[in-house]
């Protein structure tokens, strides 16, 4: 074991202070991605066939309910101790928040936009790409913003299965050599980086919307309050 520094790591996490804050954000984040790329285009199919949201949501809310503790043990057998046993519900965690966001989003783009796409020969995918996803932007953004809190808040729970947890495996630690700093640490740093990673999805929503006034707020807000209230209560809750 190294010092007993605020910064000063156990050696048997086999990484420093900054590595451990990368792999939470590679933990985190690429769920996010996959999340996104997965919620897309299922957005548009329930945007174009309305009767496949409601089961699909049910889905997903019934997955997201899962407790993340017992997903990742599930996994186990499959995929082992590994990151990918911890991505993998994180992954699917995002669907229950990304796919109504999506959906509300697209839904919400006023049908003379929509007809006006049509009569410039749009045809449907060119619409949903062209006209609808820019248009839903800020939905979809609300709706990354409450998935990317989340799944940086689950990665934590990872450190019961082989220290798959980045900085949630301080917490262990933190109980194994009787140092609070390190609990200390873990909690801080964890709750930083949601802050970080939110501001940077704000910039990146502001960049790719530069047509709306920047009196927004809130309806930003209103979104990302509709967002967490359709996902439902948080499976490290039922985890814990």
Not at 37 to 64: E, K, S
Not at 164 to 169: H, P, R, V
Not at 180 to 193: D, F, R, W
Request: glycine content about 8%.
């Amino acid at each position: 074991m190294s010092g007993t520094g605020f910064f000063d790591i156990p050696s048997d996490l086999q990484h420093s202070y900054l590595g451990l804050v990368g792999l939470h954000v590679q933990e985190a984040m690429i769920p996010v991605g996959i999340g996104l790329a997965v919620a897309l285009p299922l957005g548009q199919l329930c945007v174009r066939f309305r009767w496949i949201y409601p089961p699909l949501l049910w889905v997903t809310t019934v997955l997201y309910a899962i407790p993340s503790l017992a997903f990742f043990v599930f996994l186990i057998d499959w995929t082992g101790a590994t990151r990918t046993t911890v991505m993998i519900p994180l992954t699917v965690y995002t669907l229950v928040i990304l796919i109504p966001a999506i959906v509300d989003g697209v839904r919400s783009v006023p049908e003379e936009t929509m007809s006006a796409a049509t009569a410039m020969g749009l045809g449907p995918v060119q619409r949903y790409l062209r006209v609808q996803l820019p248009l839903a932007v800020p939905a979809i953004f609300a709706g990354l913003r409450v998935a990317t809190a989340s799944s940086i808040s689950l990665v934590s729970v990872g450190a019961i299965i082989g220290n798959q947890g980045a900085l949630g495996n301080l917490l262990q630690d933190a109980i194994l050599y009787h140092r609070s700093n390190l609990a200390l640490n873990s909690v801080l740093s964890i709750a930083v980086l949601s802050v970080l990673m939110d501001i940077v999805l704000v910039v990146l929503r502001t960049v790719l919307t530069p047509w709306l006034p920047r009196g927004t707020r809130a309806a930003d807000r209103a979104a990302r309050a509709a967002a967490v209230e359709k996902s439902g209560p948080a499976p490290a809750e039922a985890a814990s």
